[in-house]
């Protein structure tokens, strides 16, 4: 027997079996202009001071861990078919220009969770409006801070392509918690 009311609060789930599926997004606007971009070069929300993809509360407890089992990339550029990757960090990394190389610096290797490759994108019947992308074979091991919930990326192309004028993109990922 156990006495229900003399169960303290905390990581006690009676009954529960199994992990819990999180899903969370992020949509962000890149510069109003059609540079074009180089294969390797960051895709971000600005040339001079750009912003981290937050993926708030992504993990079920502060400083949890889980996989990331599914990531989905869409673009309001129907045309676009290049090919992207999402760097992902348990801390906030050093935010990279728009069109600038992609760097990896050592400075963030403490935060470095790995990165979820996507294949090119596509799109859909001839009113698509958006071109996408889908991992769902994607098995990385992910995890916040200890004072966190947040998952933390940055994207980058793998080809070259021009983009449109103030591009959009949305990220989403779902992760199976702990």
């Not at 303290?8 to 009954?15: D, P, Q």
């Not at 202009?33 to 981290?52: L, M, N, Q």
């Not at 992504?58 to 999402?86: C, E, H, I, P």
């Not at 963030?108 to 990165?115: E, F, I, V």
Request: include cysteine; hydrophobic fraction near 40%.
């Amino acid at each position: 027997d156990v006495d229900i009311a003399s169960i303290a609060a905390g990581e006690t789930h009676l009954g529960e079996v199994g992990g819990k599926i999180i899903f969370q997004s992020v949509t962000f606007t890149r510069p109003a202009d059609t540079t074009a971009y180089a294969a390797k070069d960051a895709v971000s929300d600005s040339t001079s001071s750009p912003t981290v993809l937050t993926f708030t509360s992504l993990m079920r407890v502060v400083g949890g861990l889980g996989y990331v089992v599914k990531a989905r990339l869409m673009t309001n550029q129907s045309t676009n078919t290049a090919r992207f990757r999402l760097h992902l960090y348990r801390t906030s990394p050093t935010a990279i220009n728009d069109n600038a190389a992609n760097t990896i610096l050592w400075a963030n290797r403490a935060g470095w969770l790995g990165y979820i490759d996507f294949s090119a994108c596509q799109t859909e019947g001839s009113g698509s409006d958006a071109a996408f992308s889908l991992n769902d074979t994607a098995r990385l091991v992910v995890g916040s801070a200890a004072d966190s919930l947040t998952v933390y990326g940055l994207l980058e192309t793998l080809d070259a392509f021009t983009p449109a004028s103030g591009q959009q993109f949305h990220i989403g990922l779902n992760a199976d918690v702990n």
